[in-house]
């Protein structure tokens, strides 16, 4: 087991699509916002259908305020090194020390000359970019004097280094074959790898080569960050690499922690679905993971805290839900924000008793836990809502941006919640039914003729959180408009909080068990 205990980091790779310019540049501001560390996007000037990475990356650190920037790497035939070096540097002292380099040898030897760059071999490339990186590191320490390399494919002779950067720039390789992953462990200070040119089982003869080439160049192996970048999908089973639910991702990434040091966990997706999943259900839980393994657990541990996550127990859960279910409501713990009460919750009413001997395939307690986690992304954004009007309160955005953000939200749409449920548990388990024909409250009133107390109160609740999230809307045009102040959109918000999650708890107390007892197909 390896692990080299750096800190975790987690980001974004965004295509830079030129069509969708202002869109790229929202998910940049999103990776901040969601409270992630990197956005990165590719550097594939001969692609003419993309955005040029230098200057997407400079666009991206003026408009955020915390997220590091890096391309994710940079083709460097296409970039003379001595002037690269500056342009780094000076884009990190401008964003106040958040850059980073990332390096490719450039595999694309005919694109690349047709752009005017040199027409070499991919060996010749290789050769170049440790030119390179001499160079490049030579140009960040105007206190050594002038640069000279003089080198077979390039030669700086005198030039006068800096500026300095503002913080010391790390330097990623982009490497999959032997001999850049060598170059890796003897020259970089972190290695950059993609999930489907990297399986993780071909993950540790890798990390061998990079430490085994920084052992013989005498440097510590620790020395060296390792980043993956990932591509899944929240849907499938979770019997294969990141598809499947928002556990399954955390404990693979846990996994990939502890025992193959990868500390850097980047997203591919333009999705700003997905990268608020991911910001809020996956981070969160790898980190957790991954410092309880650290602490002293097993590893076993991590792959068990992950696939079943615990949660208090709340009063009348037992009755719902029963133990062979497998699957445990999230608790509404009683805190409320607001005095306000939108509807009394001392005349829920509930659903029948389910059969203490019961039995539930693995299928039917997914259908359960799919409730749960969809509801569990929209306790997620409740929280990024909540976190976004303590931007606007300390101004570091406007009432204006925040509203722009929450339109675009899952619950905000009309297909909500059980919608929401219904959507993706149609699509990926129940294709052959449509929305039109079946939806799940109609469908679990005809299954189950003694739900329909609960299912018309759950719709009657969806109508009064709708009416609560138009209020939040009006607070925040009120906030804009000079008609209220932040006091009004915080009240608003913390009464969205007290009926959503009350509401949210309720439906998984009522309607988890019913869903795996009855299906939905």
């Not at 595999?107 to 071999?121: C, D, Q, S």
């Not at 010391?168 to 993609?194: H, N, Q």
């Amino acid at each position: 087991m390896t692990d080299y205990g750096h800190d975790l980091l987690f980001g974004t790779f965004v295509t830079p699509a030129a069509a969708q310019a202002g869109r790229v540049v929202e998910l940049a501001q999103l990776t901040d916002d969601v409270g992630l560390d990197i956005f990165t996007a590719q550097d594939h000037p001969y692609q003419s259908a993309f955005l040029d990475t230098w200057t997407l990356l400079s666009v991206v650190a003026a408009k955020t305020s915390r997220v590091r920037v890096m391309p994710n790497v940079v083709s460097l035939p296409l970039r003379p090194p001595a002037v690269l070096a500056k342009s780094a540097a000076s884009l990190d002292i401008l964003s106040g020390g958040r850059v980073e380099l990332g390096l490719g040898a450039g595999p694309f030897l005919e694109p690349i000359a047709a752009m005017g760059g040199p027409a070499r071999t991919v060996g010749e490339n290789i050769d170049a970019l440790q030119e390179g990186i001499e160079i490049i590191r030579a140009m960040w320490r105007p206190e050594a004097g002038a640069v000279r390399v003089d080198g077979k494919h390039y030669r700086v002779w005198g030039a006068k280094p800096g500026p300095a950067p503002a913080h010391e720039i790390g330097i990623w390789l982009g490497a999959v074959k032997k001999r850049m992953l060598g170059i890796t462990g003897r020259l970089a200070d972190g290695w950059s790898v993609s999930s489907p040119y990297a399986a993780p089982e071909s993950l540790p003869a890798m990390n061998t080569l990079i430490d085994e080439a920084a052992q013989s160049a005498g440097r510590d192996p620790a020395a060296i960050r390792r980043l993956y970048n990932l591509m899944g999908s929240f849907s499938g089973s979770g019997s294969e690499f990141l598809q499947g639910p928002p556990a399954t991702w955390a404990e693979q990434l846990a996994e990939l922690a502890v025992t193959e040091g990868m500390s850097v966990f980047i997203l591919a997706a333009d999705d700003p679905t997905t990268i608020r999943r991911y910001a809020a259900e996956v981070v969160p839980a790898v980190r957790e993971l991954v410092e309880q393994e650290r602490a002293g657990g097993p590893v076993s541990a991590v792959r068990e805290a992950a696939a079943a996550p615990s949660r208090p127990e709340i009063a009348g859960v037992g009755d719902s839900v029963p133990a062979g279910l497998g699957v445990t409501p999230t608790p509404d713990d009683g805190t409320r924000l607001s005095s306000e009460r939108v509807w009394n919750e001392d005349d829920r009413p509930s659903g029948p008793v389910p059969d203490p001997e019961q039995t539930y395939t693995a299928q039917q307690r997914a259908s359960g836990q799919h409730l749960i986690d969809v509801h569990d992304h929209l306790r997620a954004e409740l929280a990024e809502i909540r976190g976004l009007i303590d931007q606007v309160a300390a101004g570091t955005i406007d009432a204006g941006q925040a509203r722009s953000h929450i339109n675009t939200m899952t619950m905000r749409q009309n297909n909500w919640t059980l919608g929401t449920y219904c959507e993706s548990y149609c699509r990926v388990v129940t294709t052959h039914h449509t929305l039109e024909d079946q939806t799940m409250l109609p469908y679990l009133r005809r299954a189950d003729g003694r739900l329909a107390p609960v299912v018309d109160r759950l719709q009657e609740e969806h109508l009064a959180i709708h009416d609560v999230l138009e209020r939040v809307d009006a607070a925040l045009v009120g906030l804009v408009s000079g008609e209220h102040g932040i006091d009004g959109l915080r009240r608003a918000v913390d009464l969205l909080t007290d009926t959503l999650l009350s509401h949210l708890s309720y439906e998984e107390r009522e309607l988890v068990e019913p869903l795996a007892r009855l299906g939905f197909q």
